[in-house]
């Protein structure tokens, strides 16, 4: 047990049991917050592929899109092991920064459409069909958001140095 250091931040170990429940608490409110921000904008994402491709995917009932937005996650996942391998021999490859890059970045856009089609093939109440199709404005829906999300960032990086 350390002991507390005047000036400096109080450590978990110099706190009273009220207080670590408190923090407690409110780390986990932080987390479940956090976690139901992330669930509602992969509904929304599953919302907009479903509307955009809707003569392609039928649905029985809504619940069908809560179920494929609980299965993204796992899907992901398994889409992401399948990717490792390419990943590392990516990375263990003698080719230029930029190059790497971009492979990377379709490695990614690969694994993003791999997840969406297993979505689509676990998803109970779900019938697609043509797969690929919605996987792929899936795909590139995820893609716009990453650049759109690059260049907010950008410009919050030139306007924070022309601040200084």
Same mark, same amino acid.
């Not at 960032?153 to 306007?159: A, D, P, V």
């Given at each position: 047990m350390e002991p507390e250091r005047s000036g400096d931040e109080?450590?978990? $170990? /110099? &706190? /009273?049991?009220?207080?670590k429940v408190s923090a407690a608490l409110a780390m986990t409110a932080l987390g479940l917050g956090v976690l139901a921000a992330l669930g509602a904008v992969t509904l $929304?994402?599953?919302?907009?592929?479903? &509307?955009l491709s809707n003569n392609l995917i039928e649905v029985d009932d809504p619940s069908s899109l809560v179920w494929a937005a609980a299965l993204c996650p796992p899907c992901g996942l398994i $889409?992401?092991?399948?990717?490792?391998? $390419?990943?590392l021999a990516l990375r263990l490859t003698a080719i230029s920064?930029?190059?790497?890059r971009g492979a990377e970045t379709a490695i990614s856009g690969a694994t993003t459409f &791999?997840?969406?089609? &297993?979505?689509e093939s676990f998803t109970p109440g779900l019938r697609v069909e043509h797969p690929w199709l919605p996987a792929l404005l899936a795909t590139l829906l995820a893609a716009l958001a990453n650049l759109v999300i690059n260049h907010i960032?950008?410009?919050?990086?030139?306007?924070g140095s022309d601040a200084s």
């Open positions: 109080p450590t978990w $170990a /110099s &706190l /009273s049991t009220p207080e $929304a994402g599953i919302f907009v592929v479903a &509307l $889409a992401g092991v399948f990717a490792t391998a $390419a990943r920064d930029r190059t790497k &791999l997840g969406a089609l &297993l979505v960032e950008r410009r919050k990086g030139r306007r």
